[in-house]
């Protein structure tokens, strides 16, 4: 019987009812309903509002403020051109550098001075052998430097000086392999862009050997292209004639001039002239003229000549230049300024050593202890005991009291005797380890002279043994790195004392100032050197145009005291730069070195090398490790050919940027340039760490347990390594958790099955520091090396 009428139940939609929405009609907001909400207020564009956050203006805006800029650098280049090279401003310094054999660069010199026919154009020779030509029609003023190619430090002195670098080249010829040499050390050290400089063909004898122009034309597109992957933008400017040399003239005097930021925060200067005031004596003050370049000198800082060293001011003597009546141009001192002994830089470069708060640990005995220690009677001791051991040896008044305590005395100094020959053991280890280690820095300085009469004796076979050896040990490291030999018969706990575990490379903490050692209360340390630098910078503009500082651009006369008088070579330039404040002290230094392409040479860490950092040049033997993020860096025994590391080593401070060059000099007195970069930092807190590798062998496995042997020899040594983490070869982890017997097997438990043919390793660290080895390299070094060698000879 169905449903009656009176049922009230109704059929209800479920939860999976498609519901549709409802068409919204006249639901809408009209204008009329919208203005009477909004009572007239305009809402902002969002477009707008996004755009005023970004400070973007509009087109015409962005052009005004293009052109504004455009003459600001055209009003500072003008400026700079009507002091630099002017007639009547400071002289452009032009370098000129021969990159062929058959260039004869005072012919070139001859042609550029001689291109203009002008009768108030004159050329003048400085003491150095600078020619200074002024050339009226061009309203300029050039200082052209001919350094001797074969002396290279003075080429780098004067490239990096330079204001513009010109190489000379022969078209027949093209580029020798010292031009090209030289040429590539100008590029990386010198001026990374910040010097313009321009390539010429010198075409007076060599072109008549071209006998077509074709020739002529496509030696001169082989010469391009293969500087034009060197360099970009290279053109060869033709140098055969005086319209050529009246071309170039022009282009240097047009040309926008760029300053070199290794040099702009300095002040320095070119001596156009200079002699000892006393030349008989060992020091005598030197006096220096020339144009003041970079900035303001003030007489109170400290001034760095290459090959010579770091000085004090005696005072500076700013010129000025008048015309008499017979219109010669004379030099008339304007000001003199004097240093303030209160304010003059000190030459201390060493910090004074405080053994009472060195490390804040170790203490001084006083002169009441050093008496009581003499006076101490003498005792009856073993053979070989040191004074301390003997302190602790009772004495035969003392030993005479009880039976009883001399046999206890036995005993403990039995046990004592015990621990003290360990101790030895350690200790001649210790001592074996730095004498290898200072053998391996030492080089034989023989020269090596080939004589094919007596090929055999003077070949120095020993200098072959090192080179084999160091050859081998590299190619042993680069097959198993850090790995080393657990000795049998010393405890490994006493080999390996100074290492220590780390649980996590990159996280676990080392504190930068722990056993430090005692070369490094000799040093200075900033607390913070990016701050330092900018403390400096704003100093700088402060005291620019100040009444008691030298002003830059002007011709000055420098009076340099206690200098060591030294004979120089026919046509040295001599160079000054103005040193910044604690440029004089020693730090630690880390460069990053990049391993030049040409060079094969594999250089062991602390080995010797030569160092160009900017404008100064020193050498030392450095220690490696890797560049990397974090706060410690691994430690790399040998610097392999094609590779980057970090050099650390103790040398003067130096403020970034600073190209670095190094050289490692042969027992001939040869160098090589073996590297390239730049100074990373001055910081003695980076942290190197030496790594080394206990290998073990697992003897049996069962699951993820294994039974290891070889690592260690006795249980005391498994006992004493027990907390530091295991590693395999084919990345699994473990820890040891037992002895098993006398041999030094070891229970070792892991996070997975190990494989038969793995092998079990355990990272060991300790922290190394650079040794003090800094040596300046100065004129006189150098003459006694050449004495020697010909005295050798």
């Given at each position: 019987?169905?449903?009656?009428?009176?049922?009230?139940?109704?059929?209800?939609?479920?939860?999976?009812?498609?519901?549709?929405?409802?068409?919204?009609?006249g639901?809408h907001?009209?204008?009329?309903?919208?203005?009477?909400?909004?009572?007239?207020?305009?809402?902002?564009?969002k477009?707008a509002?996004?755009?005023?956050?970004?400070?973007?203006?509009n087109k015409?805006?962005?052009?005004?403020?293009?052109?504004?800029?455009r003459?600001?650098?055209?009003?500072?280049?003008?400026?700079i051109?009507?002091?630099?090279?002017?007639?009547?401003?400071?002289?452009?310094?032009?370098?000129?550098?021969p990159?062929?054999?058959?260039?004869?660069?005072?012919s070139?010199?001859?042609?550029?001075?001689?291109?203009?026919?002008?009768?108030?154009?004159?050329?003048?020779?400085?003491?150095?052998?600078?020619?200074?030509?002024t050339?009226?029609?061009?309203?300029?003023?050039?200082?052209?430097?001919?350094?001797?190619?074969?002396?290279?430090?003075?080429?780098?002195?004067?490239a990096?000086?330079?204001?513009?670098?010109i190489?000379?080249?022969?078209?027949?010829?093209?580029?020798?392999?010292?031009?090209?040499?030289?040429?590539?050390?100008i590029?990386?050290?010198?001026?990374?862009?910040?010097?313009?400089?321009?390539?010429?063909?010198?075409?007076?004898?060599?072109?008549?050997?071209?006998?077509?122009?074709?020739?002529?034309?496509?030696?001169?597109?082989?010469?391009?292209?293969?500087?034009?992957?060197?360099?970009?933008?290279?053109?060869?400017?033709p140098?055969?004639?005086?319209?050529?040399?009246q071309?170039?003239?022009?282009?240097?005097?047009?040309?926008?001039?760029?300053?070199?930021?290794?040099?702009?925060?300095?002040?320095?200067?070119?001596?156009?002239?200079f002699?000892?005031l006393?030349?008989?004596?060992?020091k005598?003050?030197?006096?220096?003229?020339?144009?003041?370049?970079?900035?303001?000198l003030?007489?109170?800082?400290?001034?760095?000549?290459p090959?010579?060293?770091?000085?004090?001011?005696?005072?500076?003597?700013?010129?000025?230049?008048?015309?008499?009546?017979?219109?010669?141009?004379?030099?008339?001192?304007?000001?003199?300024?004097?240093?303030?002994?209160?304010?003059?830089?000190?030459?201390?470069?060493?910090?004074?050593?405080?053994?009472?708060?060195?490390?804040?640990?170790?203490?001084?005995p006083?002169?009441?202890?050093?008496?009581?220690?003499?006076?101490?009677?003498?005792?009856?001791?073993?053979?070989?005991?040191?004074?301390?051991q003997?302190?602790?040896?009772?004495?035969?008044?003392?030993?005479?009291?009880?039976l009883n305590?001399q046999?206890?005395?036995?005993?403990?100094?039995?046990?004592?005797?015990?621990?003290?020959?360990?101790?030895?053991?350690?200790?001649?280890?210790?001592?074996?380890?730095?004498?290898?280690?200072?053998?391996?820095?030492?080089?034989?300085?023989?020269?090596?002279?080939?004589?094919?009469?007596?090929?055999?004796?003077?070949?120095?076979?020993?200098?072959?043994?090192?080179?084999?050896?160091?050859?081998?040990?590299?190619?042993?490291?680069?097959?198993?790195?850090?790995e080393?030999?657990?000795?049998?018969?010393?405890?490994?706990?006493?080999?390996?004392?100074?290492?220590?575990?780390?649980?996590?490379?990159r996280?676990?903490?080392?504190?930068?100032?722990?056993n430090?050692?005692?070369?490094?209360?000799?040093?200075?340390?900033?607390p913070?050197?990016?701050?330092?630098?900018?403390?400096?910078?704003?100093?700088?503009?402060?005291?620019?145009?100040?009444?008691?500082?030298?002003?830059?651009?002007?011709?000055?006369?420098?009076?340099?005291?206690?200098?060591?008088?030294?004979?120089?070579?026919?046509?040295?330039?001599?160079?000054?730069?103005?040193?910044?404040?604690?440029?004089?002290?020693?730090?630690?230094?880390n460069i990053?070195?990049?391993?030049?392409?040409?060079?094969?040479?594999?250089?062991?860490?602390?080995?010797?090398?030569?160092?160009?950092?900017?404008?100064?040049?020193f050498?030392?033997?450095?220690?490696?490790s890797?560049?990397?993020?974090?706060?410690?860096?691994?430690?790399?025994?040998?610097?392999?050919?094609?590779?980057?590391?970090v050099?650390?080593c103790?040398?003067?401070?130096?403020?970034?940027p600073?190209?670095?060059l190094?050289?490692?000099?042969?027992?001939?007195?040869?160098?090589?340039?073996?590297?390239?970069?730049?100074?990373?930092?001055?910081?003695?807190?980076?942290?190197?760490?030496k790594?080394?590798?206990?290998?073990?062998?697992?003897?049996?496995?069962?699951?993820?347990?294994?039974?290891?042997?070889?690592?260690?020899f006795?249980?005391?040594?498994?006992?004493?390594?027990?907390?530091?983490?295991?590693?395999?070869?084919?990345?699994?982890?473990?820890?040891?958790?037992?002895?098993?017997?006398?041999?030094?097997?070891m229970?070792?438990?892991?996070?997975?099955?190990?494989?038969?043919?793995?092998?079990?390793?355990m990272?060991?660290?300790?922290?190394?520091?650079?040794?003090?080895?800094?040596?300046?390299?100065?004129?006189?070094?150098?003459?006694?090396?050449?004495?020697?060698?010909?005295?050798?000879q």
């Amino acid at each position: 019987m169905g449903p009656t009428s009176d049922n009230n139940d109704v059929h209800r939609p479920g939860a999976l009812k498609q519901q549709n929405k409802r068409f919204k009609s006249g639901r809408h907001r009209s204008q009329h309903e919208i203005k009477r909400s909004t009572k007239g207020r305009v809402a902002e564009k969002k477009h707008a509002r996004s755009l005023k956050r970004l400070n973007v203006t509009n087109k015409q805006d962005r052009l005004n403020t293009a052109i504004q800029i455009r003459k600001q650098k055209l009003q500072a280049n003008r400026e700079i051109r009507q002091t630099i090279g002017a007639i009547d401003g400071v002289p452009q310094i032009i370098t000129v550098i021969p990159l062929s054999s058959d260039v004869n660069i005072y012919s070139i010199i001859e042609l550029l001075t001689n291109s203009i026919d002008d009768k108030k154009s004159f050329d003048e020779a400085t003491q150095c052998g600078a020619r200074i030509y002024t050339c009226s029609k061009l309203r300029s003023k050039f200082c052209f430097l001919t350094p001797t190619v074969t002396n290279l430090e003075n080429v780098l002195d004067a490239a990096k000086m330079s204001d513009t670098i010109i190489y000379v080249l022969s078209s027949s010829n093209g580029i020798s392999i010292e031009g090209d040499y030289l040429l590539d050390l100008i590029n990386v050290h010198c001026l990374s862009g910040n010097v313009i400089y321009s390539i010429i063909e010198s075409n007076d004898d060599s072109m008549s050997t071209i006998s077509s122009s074709t020739s002529r034309n496509s030696s001169l597109k082989n010469l391009e292209k293969y500087l034009e992957k060197k360099f970009s933008n290279v053109k060869l400017i033709p140098l055969n004639n005086p319209q050529d040399g009246q071309r170039l003239l022009s282009k240097l005097t047009q040309q926008k001039l760029i300053k070199i930021t290794k040099t702009f925060s300095r002040p320095y200067l070119f001596a156009q002239t200079f002699s000892y005031l006393n030349p008989k004596s060992s020091k005598s003050t030197l006096k220096l003229s020339g144009y003041l370049r970079g900035i303001d000198l003030s007489p109170n800082d400290l001034v760095y000549i290459p090959n010579l060293g770091t000085f004090q001011l005696e005072k500076i003597e700013q010129h000025q230049f008048q015309r008499d009546s017979d219109g010669i141009i004379k030099t008339i001192v304007d000001k003199t300024f004097i240093p303030d002994p209160k304010l003059q830089r000190s030459l201390v470069f060493e910090a004074e050593q405080d053994p009472m708060n060195f490390d804040q640990e170790q203490t001084w005995p006083t002169k009441e202890d050093i008496q009581q220690s003499e006076r101490q009677l003498k005792k009856r001791v073993p053979k070989g005991t040191s004074q301390y051991q003997a302190a602790w040896i009772l004495s035969d008044d003392e030993d005479n009291d009880s039976l009883n305590q001399q046999n206890d005395f036995d005993e403990d100094h039995q046990e004592m005797m015990t621990d003290y020959a360990d101790d030895l053991q350690s200790i001649k280890l210790d001592k074996e380890e730095d004498e290898e280690e200072e053998e391996e820095e030492e080089e034989e300085m023989d020269e090596l002279v080939m004589n094919p009469n007596n090929y055999d004796e003077k070949t120095d076979l020993e200098e072959d043994k090192q080179t084999l050896k160091k050859l081998k040990e590299a190619k042993l490291d680069e097959q198993f790195p850090d790995e080393v030999d657990t000795p049998m018969d010393v405890p490994a706990r006493v080999r390996f004392q100074k290492y220590r575990g780390l649980k996590s490379f990159r996280t676990t903490k080392w504190d930068p100032k722990e056993n430090l050692p005692s070369d490094y209360g000799r040093i200075y340390q900033f607390p913070n050197f990016r701050a330092m630098i900018k403390q400096i910078q704003s100093e700088q503009e402060h005291n620019q145009h100040k009444q008691d500082h030298a002003q830059v651009h002007s011709y000055v006369t420098l009076y340099v005291k206690d200098v060591p008088v030294s004979r120089f070579e026919p046509g040295h330039h001599l160079f000054v730069t103005g040193l910044l404040p604690y440029e004089q002290c020693l730090s630690v230094l880390n460069i990053v070195l990049n391993r030049t392409n040409d060079s094969e040479i594999i250089l062991k860490s602390k080995e010797r090398l030569i160092f160009h950092v900017g404008f100064r040049r020193f050498a030392s033997s450095p220690i490696y490790s890797q560049h990397s993020n974090g706060v410690k860096h691994k430690f790399e025994r040998f610097f392999r050919p094609r590779q980057t590391l970090v050099a650390t080593c103790f040398g003067p401070i130096t403020y970034p940027p600073a190209s670095v060059l190094a050289f490692k000099q042969f027992p001939d007195g040869r160098q090589e340039l073996v590297a390239t970069g730049s100074l990373l930092s001055v910081n003695p807190d980076r942290i190197i760490l030496k790594r080394i590798v206990l290998s073990g062998h697992p003897l049996k496995i069962h699951k993820r347990s294994a039974v290891v042997r070889y690592m260690f020899f006795n249980p005391d040594d498994v006992n004493w390594f027990k907390p530091i983490e295991l590693r395999t070869r084919w990345g699994r982890r473990g820890h040891i958790k037992e002895s098993l017997g006398t041999h030094g097997h070891m229970k070792c438990q892991f996070d997975g099955i190990l494989k038969s043919q793995d092998t079990v390793f355990m990272n060991l660290y300790k922290r190394i520091y650079p040794k003090w080895t800094y040596e300046p390299l100065s004129i006189q070094q150098q003459q006694q090396q050449e004495n020697n060698e010909e005295n050798m000879q």
